[in-house]
């Protein structure tokens, strides 16, 4: 079985910065795409940004230039460095993941991880 675990959510200030983490575990052969997507209150959940497994990156337009998003292949882990939060970056983050783990790949989620931007 394949596991996605977040972690790094909490409450900050507007202003300020968190970092997000996710490692992927278990039966994994290849990881292809990862990304982060996030659901606030009453809303549908988006897709923050993403990362291809050579490294390319795609974000929505409201986090360019304040989210970094980044992975490490050898640990199965993708991070969301978070600048400049702003009360709007409120929601709960997903980590989803493309993950070769059988005969074709297959997406996966993390349980979701609680950001709140509030002073």
């Known amino acids: 079985q394949v596991q996605l675990v977040e972690s790094g959510g909490g409450l900050v200030q507007p202003g300020g910065s968190l970092r997000l983490s996710c490692a992927a575990s278990g039966r994994i052969f290849r990881i292809n795409g990862m990304g982060w997507y996030r659901q606030a209150p009453g809303k549908e959940r988006e897709l923050v940004a993403t990362i291809t497994s050579g490294g390319s990156t795609n974000y929505e337009d409201s986090v360019k230039g304040r989210f970094t998003i980044s992975r490490d292949n050898a640990k199965n882990t993708v991070y969301l460095q978070m600048n400049s939060l702003k009360p709007e970056d409120t929601a709960v983050y997903y980590c989803?993941?493309?993950?070769?783990?059988?005969?074709?790949?297959?997406?996966?989620w993390g349980q979701g991880t609680q950001v709140t931007v509030s002073s």
């Open positions: 989803n993941a493309v993950i070769l783990s059988g005969y074709s790949p297959a997406n996966y």
